[in-house]
């Protein structure tokens, strides 16, 4: 059975909340006490769990969503909730993926600077997300051919850890979504 996507097990850990707890769940959202990004209150309120699922994703992105989920219920007294979604994402109690889990971008670091083309987009999107700076950019986009500049992405940002990865990730499924898809075939 092939996985389950992010918005697919938000919504269904949303869904299996009780209706005050749900409403504890969009409250923490929507105040954060850990220096999260905050989601708008038009962005919550009157939204079903299906909504809000979308919502999660397109804010936190996918594994991002789902930490944050898992951190949320965590917070608002949701243990076994948080544990189950832990798990069915494949990510710790604590929100965290798995430390035996090699990221994506890891396990597919040679294809990856061999076969990525679109690196312009792609670093203006690293770039708007904050995952690089302008000079890092810079650096980067002057490189003189496509390889040197993936080499330059995975010696610079992907360093920085699991969080520029997973942004990255996104970004490579966006912007080259059939060598995405062709190398989760392998």
């Known amino acids: 059975m092939p996985p389950r996507s992010a918005k697919k097990l938000l919504s269904n850990a949303l869904e299996d909340l009780s209706q005050a707890n749900y409403k504890k769940f969009c409250s923490e959202l929507l105040n954060p006490q850990d220096g999260r990004d905050r989601v708008r209150r038009n962005q919550v309120e009157g939204k079903d769990f299906l909504d809000l699922a979308d919502v999660m994703v397109g804010v936190y992105t996918e594994k991002g969503a789902l930490k944050v989920a898992v951190e949320i ?9 948080a544990e189950q979604l832990a798990k069915d994402a494949g990510l710790n109690s604590s ?3 798995s ?6 971008v890891d396990k597919h670091r040679a294809e ?5 083309n679109n690196i312009s987009p792609i670093l203006d999107q690293l770039l708007d997300k904050k995952v690089i700076q302008d000079e890092v950019y810079d650096n980067i986009r002057s490189r ?19 969080a520029c990865k ?9 912007q080259e979504p ?8 392998k």
């Open 166 to 174: 997973d942004a990255f990730y996104e970004i490579l499924k966006e």
């Open 73 to 81: 219920l965590q917070d608002i007294g949701c243990k076994q909730d």
């Open 144 to 162: 003189s051919t496509n390889t040197e500049k993936m080499r330059g992405i995975f010696d610079g940002p992907m360093r920085a850890g699991r």
């Open 99 to 104: 430390s035996d889990e090699e990221h994506f």
């Open 95 to 97: 929100g965290a993926a």
């Open 178 to 185: 059939y060598l995405i898809a062709d190398l989760q075939g």
């Open 112 to 116: 990856l600077i061999k076969r990525v």
